[in-house]
T-cell receptor
Framework: GDSVTQMEGPVTLSEEAFLTINCTYT??????LFWYVQYPGEGLQLLLK?????DKGSNKGFEATYRKETTSFHLEKGSVQVSDSAVYFC????????????FGKGTMLLVSP | NAGVTQTPKFRVLKTGQSMTLLCAQD?????MYWYRQDPGMGLRLIHY???????AKGEVPDGYNVSRLKKQNFLLGLESAAPSQTSVYFC??????????FGPGTRLLVL
């Protein structure tokens, strides 16, 4: 079945550091890929998405590129802020099914001033 | 436009009690979902619905029932709560093959 693997956290960075959170996936078809962010005590918010190979999703300074050859969708940001501290979830949607999302286990990011 | 709302926000149950979690969306989405979030487990799909009057099982459906009598509402029921059902429950909705929009969550503690 479909699965998503994320790097374990917490990831601890200083403000203005470069961020990478690795995500790889296993899917039988050609899924859409997503990053969601969860701030403390809140629900999940869509951060960015990519629907086909080589697509780059971007939002709020975050980027991720859909790499079919390496089945990866790594999240990057050039300069993190304290306000980026949250849990980040990578997810895939199998477009041949009923549009359900399969999530990774999440990666906590902690940014210190 | 409230998006996806969930009721209640927090609940404490004793083992064996029953309860219903309510999810409502005002975006006219066809698809609705219930997920549970547990530490170190990410989010796991409990049940979902692709339209009014239809429901289907997800990854972890045991101990839960759902109903979708109206397009905008999706109810999750626990008939006999168990401590293993202590979790944070998230409802979501979407159009087909589109991103899911999540509610704020319901924290459930079963003693």
């Amino acid at each position: 079945g479909d699965s998503v693997t994320q790097m374990e956290g917490p990831v601890t960075l200083s403000e203005e550091a470069f961020l990478t959170i690795n995500c790889t996936y296993t899917a039988t078809g050609y899924p859409s890929l997503f990053w969601y962010v969860q701030y403390p005590g809140e629900g999940l918010q869509l951060l960015l998405k990519a629907t086909k190979a080589d697509d780059k999703g971007s939002n709020k300074g975050f980027e991720a590129t859909y790499r079919k050859e390496t089945t990866s969708f790594h999240l990057e940001k050039g300069s993190v802020q304290v306000s980026d501290s949250a849990v980040y979830f990578c997810a895939l949607m199998d477009l041949t099914g009923y549009s359900t999302l399969t999530f990774g286990k999440g990666t906590m990011l902690l940014v210190s001033p | 436009n409230a998006g996806v709302t969930q009721t209640p926000k927090f609940r404490v149950l004793k083992t064996g009690q029953s309860m219903t979690l309510l999810c409502a969306q005002d975006m006219n989405h066809e698809y609705m979902y219930w997920y549970r979030q547990d530490p170190g487990m990410g989010l796991r799909l409990i049940h979902y619905s692709v339209g009014e009057g239809t429901t289907a099982k997800g990854e972890v459906p045991d101990g839960y029932n759902v109903s979708r009598l109206k397009k905008q509402n999706f109810l999750l029921g626990l008939e006999s709560a168990a401590p293993s059902q202590t979790s944070v429950y998230f409802c979501a909705s979407s159009y087909r093959q589109s991103p899911l929009y999540f509610g704020p969550g319901t924290r459930l503690l079963v003693l």
